[in-house]
C-alpha cells in the first residue's frame, strides 16, 4: 500500500435511526440527489443500476421483526437501482427469532454485509445493533419513529411544489411514530404543524420539543377542524399501529379525525394529502379523500425508493459531505 494509512481506507458508517442523526443540510442533499436520480432514470425498467452505479458490489441486510410492503421493496429495488443487491432477513427464519442476541447479530452481519436495515418494536433494539455494528443501520420503523418515510415525505412534498420552511402541515389521527418523525423533520425545516388528536393519543412530547427548538410552531388541538383549517398538506395513518391491541375504545376516540372531504375544504384549495400507507379507507381517510386529485400517496410510496437510496449513500459516506 502506497503511502497510506489504514485509517484513510476505514468505511464511513453514519447511522440513520432518527432525522436529526443526519441533520438539515445532508437530508436537503438526500432531497436533492434522489430528485435528480429520479428524474435521470425515468421510464427506465425498475430495476436497472442507475448510470454510476455508485453502490456496485455492495450488499445490504435487511432485518424485519414486523410485516412491510414498501419499506421492504423499496429498500431492495434501490439497492439494484444503485447496482448492490439486498436480503432479508426475518424473526421467523432467522436466529434472531430464535433469541441470538442483538449484539452478536450485529457482530455477524458487520463481516458480511456493508448496512443494515432494521424495522422491529422497540427504538432500543435498534440503537444496541447500531452500537455493536461496525455497518451504518437504518431505521425502517420502530415503534417510536420512521425516519426513511419522512424523508420520502418530505421529497413529495417538495415535489409537489411547496416549500418547507413557514409550510403548514396538519396532521389527523394517532400520536404515533410517523408523527414524531414529522414533528423531528418540523424543527430540521422550519415548518409548522397542528396536530389533531383525541385527548390521550398525544405524540410524546420530546418530539414536540424538539420541533418547538428547531423554530416550528407547534400547535396540539383535540378539534380536527382546527387541525386542518389553512392547511397546506393533510396527513394521517392508521388508527392502530403495528403491535397495538384493536381497541374499540380507541376507534371510536378516534372517528371526528377522520380525513374526509369536509375537512379537505377548510385546508388551502392547493393541499395535498399524504398518508405513508397501508391505508384503512373507511377508518383514517374516507374513499373520497384518498382517490381524490389532492392524494398524492402513490407518489409517496414511489418516494421511499429515490429516498432510501439517498439515505444510502448518506450512510456508506457518498452524499453529503
Ligand atoms: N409506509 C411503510 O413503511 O409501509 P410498509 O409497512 O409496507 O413498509
Ligand atoms: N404507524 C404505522 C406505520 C406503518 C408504516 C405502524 O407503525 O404500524
Known amino acids: 500500500m502506497a503511502g497510506g494509512d489504514a485509517l484513510d481506507l476505514a468505511p464511513v458508517v453514519r447511522n440513520f435511526l432518527d432525522l436529526g442523526d443526519a441533520g438539515g443540510d445532508a437530508i436537503a442533499a438526500m432531497l436533492a440527489d434522489a430528485q435528480d436520480r429520479k428524474a435521470a432514470r425515468a421510464g427506465w425498467p425498475k430495476g436497472k443500476p442507475d448510470a454510476d452505479a455508485p453502490l456496485a458490489g455492495y450488499v445490504l441486510g435487511m432485518i424485519f421483526e414486523k410485516n412491510s410492503t414498501r419499506t421492504r421493496v423499496s429498500f431492495d429495488i434501490g439497492m439494484r437501482q444503485l447496482g ?188 395535498k394529502f399524504l398518508h405513508c400507507l397501508p391505508a384503512h379507507v373507511g377508518d383514517e381517510v374516507t374513499e373520497e379523500v384518498f382517490e381524490s386529485s389532492q392524494s398524492v400517496v402513490f407518489d409517496e410510496a414511489e418516494n421511499r425508493i429515490h429516498a432510501q437510496k439517498s439515505i444510502l449513500l448518506w450512510s456508506l459516506g457518498l452524499l453529503g459531505g
Request: net charge negative; hydrophobic share 45%.
Open 84 to 271: 448492490g443487491s439486498a436480503l432479508i432477513l426475518d424473526s421467523g427464519t432467522s436466529q434472531l427469532g430464535r433469541g441470538e442476541s442483538i449484539a452478536d447479530t450485529a457482530r455477524v452481519l458487520s463481516r458480511m454485509v456493508d448496512a443494515i436495515m432494521i424495522r422491529t418494536d422497540d427504538h432500543a433494539k435498534a440503537e444496541e445493533l447500531a452500537h455493536h455494528a461496525s455497518v451504518p443501520v437504518i431505521n425502517g420503523l420502530t415503534d417510536r419513529s420512521h425516519p426513511c418515510q419522512i424523508v420520502a415525505d418530505l421529497l413529495t412534498m417538495v415535489e409537489h411544489g411547496k416549500a418547507l420552511p413557514g409550510l403548514e402541515l396538519a396532521w389527523l389521527g394517532d400520536g404515533n411514530n410517523v408523527l414524531h418523525s414529522i414533528l423531528e423533520a418540523a424543527g430540521i425545516f422550519k415548518f409548522n404543524v397542528r396536530v389533531g388528536v383525541p385527548k390521550g393519543y398525544e405524540p410524546e412530547m420530546e418530539f414536540v420539543e424538539l420541533a418547538r427548538n428547531g423554530g416550528s410552531q407547534v400547535t396540539i388541538t383535540h378539534d380536527a377542524e382546527e387541525a386542518a383549517r389553512g392547511a397546506d398538506i393533510i396527513v394521517t395513518d392508521t388508527w392502530v399501529s403495528m403491535g397495538q391491541d384493536h381497541a374499540h375504545n380507541k376507534i371510536a376516540a378516534m372517528a371526528p379525525f377522520q380525513v374526509g372531504g369536509k375537512l379537505m375544504t377548510l385546508a388551502k384549495p392547493d393541499a
